[in-house]
């Protein structure tokens, strides 16, 4: 079975504000060491898994920030890939970066080892939110860099927009969203932004010196991006998602419909074979366990066919197509309806929920309340 | 052996919480060799965990020492704990009338506080000796000479005497032993009389039964011997005989003027009133002892479990605790918010919160408890008088006559600094002024009239707090007044809901209505659709709030592929769904049934 592949880039400039992922300081010798494990890593899954498990159809780099390393190590990394594993032909390859840490050179570089989509981290283009998240670019450097991107001969690029940042108004949330059409990307991920405890704009908050954008703000960003995306040519295909005609991300799909991937790198979530697993956090434990040969993972959980079914329904049911329900049937021998019967007829009585053409879905009035959904299939 | 009467001291400690009393008795155990201070748990008296965490007695014990004194004899001293809060003033009663003295301990930082001296009262009114201790003299702030004007300013004691004592390191014990059998009376010599025995305590073994703790007043009690509970009438066949040490230890009999145990196989402990008289069953002494009477609870509240399925769990917890606490009385009652539940009635505040924690503690439940209230006196149109525990039941408005609450007459002392907070407090709680009184330079002491229901409400936490934890309170019910009283209901969407009704002053009423759909309001959570919460007195709304439908419920972001991370969010949120109480269409959280006690956070 084919897996998608993500590889976590653990390093940044400057943490973001919001963030609480794992990523450190930008330090050339950890990045040095970092390569090092990380290719023991690919060669270590290379060397165990069966050939047939070994097909690539995306590679994704997430972070952190991908773009702090530079090209020749993406040579390193690509190239441990392509040799340890089954590179499928027209295989996605995804690169996110930060506007700030990109320059022509570098995307040419990556457009030659294959990188063929870009993921842009915009965020914002008022110079003001971006200071209020703590981001190190600027608008206009992120319009920029879109025009880079474009110009080493990328065809597919994502941007991805925060609303409900404290301070910022429906107008400058519609004005963002404009701007982004006018760079016309391929594909428009907006997410609403989520406060996790201990970030540091959590405690900036917490304390009362700004205030959260209130749930009903909200609510009318989310729809608003919606309408406005939607008239101008983009499928909102998932919850936070929206892409042209056959632009959806192929590796995020891969997660939404609850199939197989293999992270590396620290911190990296993996799903293998029934087992869902993270790699070690820091990066010292990850490089650790890699020179003791044995795998860099802190904890696993097998996931019982009950677990299964419950996963891919509220991963399912992100996208806005919703559950197949025969799929589902053909993979389980069960039928969701039965499974969840009470739920369903549950959430539909609410309007949250229904099924078309075999297909069961959210409605409008349940995208936004798609946690009140998903509770319902834990 | 049979003691001689001359060598027998009972006795126990009076003091304020705090103020060092179970170290003391610590001290006094070791010091007589009762325990070696390596077998000691620390503070061997108070015996439950929630005692030792809270630093409070509230099941009392006894214990025997014997000691050598100066005089090289051996003397048997029966120490007899007291529980040092208000709620438990009539067990207090009952076992200061088990002894001829009383060791009255002082903080000599802090000063006499209103509990002690409404104990020290209650001690001279048992015409018990008491000899003073001034605790905790190695303090740095300790000031034992105005400590010891003040005893004798407010309590009249001849202080001249007084033991000057660090129980934590043990300074003054051996004083404070030579004291009691210097000063404290032995037991009085009585007649050849039939046997009479006072029931100061109880409690529950699984095996023998309920163990009674008395202190023989005349004749004496043995194994084998059928014995009479004068006020219950109850008769039983007592098997074991004994006394503390501090464990039970049997002996073959206790006779006047000893302290003790029996056990008689008695299943119920209602059967054994604390303040009864136990007799012999063949020749019956013709009076009881004196002070008896039934423990009356002041404060009632709901209590019901989060998860109705739960309620076969809570029933069997009340009975096994109920088992040990005859204070605690307790009926089934049906809310309809609520479901099945218990109406349950305490002796005070504290009594109801130690109920709860242990019920949550020991047992595992987890539950709703409705905001305590008193017991109201109705009467009805008809003429009929009702008492209502349960502010759900009160008649409509109509159909009574008159409402009356009990008062009480409350004793408030605070340094002199604090006493314009202290009246600002009781102004706001309906309090009447009756005596202010200088005690030494620095402290007064205030008295007011004031309803109870207005100390249930939140009034010790206001009063600690407005004075920096320097006032103390003290209690005492005086009887019934008429007042102007209104039920208050809370609809929630539409229906009222039994569960959160009070009874309030018609003058507070939309300030209190105001208050908690406020409070309401910021505790229940977003639903799909709006939420009205009102306060209502009969037919019309005094106030009203609106909980927001919710308009945005979702997780944008899937990290990496960090599914367990969503998952444990999702499952997270689900559990915290599971504890809320569904009513109607409505989730309410446990607190919410509290928040009429929480109006001062808002």
């Known amino acids: 079975m084919s897996i998608g592949l993500y590889i976590h880039v653990p390093f940044c400039i400057k943490k973001c504000l919001y963030c609480d992922f794992t990523s450190y300081l930008l330090d050339n010798e950890a990045v040095r060491n970092y390569l090092v494990f990380l290719i023991k890593e690919i060669n270590l899954y290379g060397s165990s898994l069966a050939d047939e498990d070994k097909i690539i159809t995306s590679i994704f780099f997430g972070g952190g920030t991908p773009t702090t390393l530079l090209v020749p190590s993406f040579k390193m990394i690509l190239t441990a890939v392509r040799s340890s594993f089954l590179v499928s032909p027209g295989c996605e390859i995804t690169v996110e970066a930060n506007p700030g840490t990109i320059n022509g050179a570098g995307l040419t570089g990556l457009r030659e080892l294959g990188v063929n989509r870009l993921s842009i981290g915009v965020q914002s283009f008022q110079d003001r939110l971006l200071q209020v998240l703590g981001r190190t670019h600027s608008g206009d450097q992120a319009i920029e860099a879109v025009q880079l991107a474009r110009k080493a001969g990328f065809d597919n690029l994502n941007l991805d927009f925060i609303f409900g940042i404290p301070g910022q108004t429906n107008y400058d949330w519609r004005e963002t969203l404009q701007q982004a059409v006018e760079i016309a990307p391929e594909h428009i991920a907006a997410y609403g932004l989520q406060l996790e405890e201990g970030t540091p704009l959590e405690q900036t908050v917490r304390r009362g010196a700004i205030s959260s954008c209130p749930e009903e703000m909200e609510a009318e960003m989310y729809q608003d991006a919606i309408v406005f995306l939607t008239t101008q040519g983009y499928n909102h295909y998932e919850i936070s998602n929206f892409a042209q005609p056959g632009r959806e991300c192929a590796h995020n799909l891969i997660y939404w419909l609850n199939r197989p991937y293999l992270g590396l790198g620290p911190a990296a979530h993996s799903l293998i074979k029934g087992v869902r697993f993270a790699n070690d956090i820091s990066l010292d434990g990850y490089c650790d366990h890699l020179s003791r040969k044995e795998y860099p993972i802190g904890h696993s959980t097998h996931i019982t066919p009950a677990d299964e079914m419950s996963e891919t329904m509220f991963l399912g049911l992100r996208l806005t197509a919703g559950v197949d329900l025969n799929q589902f049937y053909q993979r389980f021998g069960r039928r969701a309806e039965e499974v969840y019967g009470s739920a369903i007829a549950d959430l539909d009585g609410k309007g949250l929920l229904e099924i078309s053409r075999g297909r069961l879905h959210l409605t409008a009035k349940g995208l936004p309340l798609a946690n009140v959904v998903f509770r319902e299939f834990i | ?602």
């Open chain 2, 1 to 602: 052996m049979e003691w001689k009467k001359e060598r027998i001291r009972n006795f126990c400690i009076i003091a304020h919480i705090d103020h060092g009393k179970s170290t003391l008795a610590d001290r006094l155990l070791e010091y007589t060799g009762a325990l070696h201070s390596r077998e000691m748990a620390d503070q061997v008296l108070d015996r439950m965990d929630l005692e030792r965490e809270r630093g409070i007695t509230i099941k009392m014990q006894a214990v025997r020492l014997q000691y050598q004194a100066g005089d090289r004899l051996e003397y048997q001293l029966n120490l007899i704990d007291t529980p040092g809060h208000v709620d438990f003033s009539y067990e207090v009663s009952r076992s200061l009338a088990a002894c001829e003295g009383a060791l009255l301990v002082v903080d000599a930082a802090q000063g006499i506080e209103a509990q002690t001296l409404a104990n020290v009262y209650l001690a001279l009114e048992h015409n018990l000796e008491i000899i003073p201790v001034i605790n905790k003299i190695d303090l740095p702030s300790a000031d034992p000479d105005e400590v010891k004007k003040e005893i004798e300013d407010v309590i009249g004691l001849d202080s001249a005497d007084a033991v000057l004592a660090s129980a934590k390191n043990g300074i003054g014990i051996k004083e404070i032993l030579e004291k009691i059998v210097e000063i404290i009376p032995p037991p009085s010599r009585p007649a050849d009389t039939p046997l009479r025995a006072l029931i100061f305590d109880s409690h529950y073994d699984p095996y023998k039964g309920v163990i009674a703790y008395i202190r023989v007043m005349g004749g004496s009690v043995r194994t084998g011997m059928r014995v009479r509970m004068m006020a219950t009438g109850k008769e039983f066949e007592v098997n074991e005989v004994g006394i503390f040490k501090p464990s039970l230890t049997s002996i073959d009999a206790l006779h006047a003027g000893e302290v003790g145990f029996i056990a008689a196989s008695i299943k119920n402990v209602q059967d054994c009133q604390v303040g009864d008289t136990v007799t012999a069953a063949a020749k019956p002494a013709v009076e009881p002892l004196p002070g008896y009477r039934r423990a009356t609870p002041m404060v009632y509240c709901g209590l019901y479990t989060a998860d109705t399925v739960d309620y076969g769990d809570l029933r069997e917890a009340m009975e096994k605790l109920s088992l040990n606490d005859s204070s605690l009385i307790y009926e089934p009652e049906t809310s309809e918010a609520l479901g099945f539940g218990f109406r349950c009635g305490f002796l005070g505040l504290l009594h109801m919160e130690i109920i709860q924690e242990r019920l949550e503690r020991e047992y595992g439940l987890s539950l709703i408890t409705t905001a305590p209230n008193v017991v109201y006196r109705v009467t009805t149109t008809e003429g009929k008088v009702l008492l209502i525990e349960n502010p759900s039941k009160m008649p409509p408005a109509v159909e009574m006559e008159m409402i009356e609450e009990p008062y009480v007459t409350a004793t408030i002392m605070a340094p002199k600094d604090y006493v314009g907070a202290v009246m600002e407090l009781c102004q706001e709680r309906r309090c009447i002024f009756s005596n202010m009184e200088y005690m030494g330079l620095h402290r007064v002491m205030l008295t007011y009239d004031m309803p109870l229901s207005e100390i249930i409400y939140d009034f010790f936490d206001q009063l600690k707090s407005r004075t920096k934890g320097y006032a103390s309170l003290d209690y005492e019910v005086t009887g019934y007044r008429q007042s102007d009283l209104v039920k208050l209901d809370i609809l929630i969407a539409g229906e009222a809901l039994d569960a959160l009704s009070i009874i309030v002053h018609k003058d507070n009423a939309y300030y209190r209505g105001r208050q908690l759909v406020e409070r309401l309001r910021s505790l229940i959570p977003r639903h799909l659709f709006e939420v009205p919460i009102q306060a209502s007195i009969g037919n019309k709304v005094i106030a009203r709030e609106t909980v927001k439908a919710v308009r945005k419920d979702v997780l944008a972001k899937c990290y990496g592929g960090d599914i367990s991370r969503k998952r444990k969010l999702l499952e997270k949120q689900k559990e915290g769904k599971k504890r809320m109480k569904q009513v109607g269409s409505v989730e309410i959280p446990q607190e919410a049934f509290m928040a009429v006690l929480g109006l001062g956070e808002v």
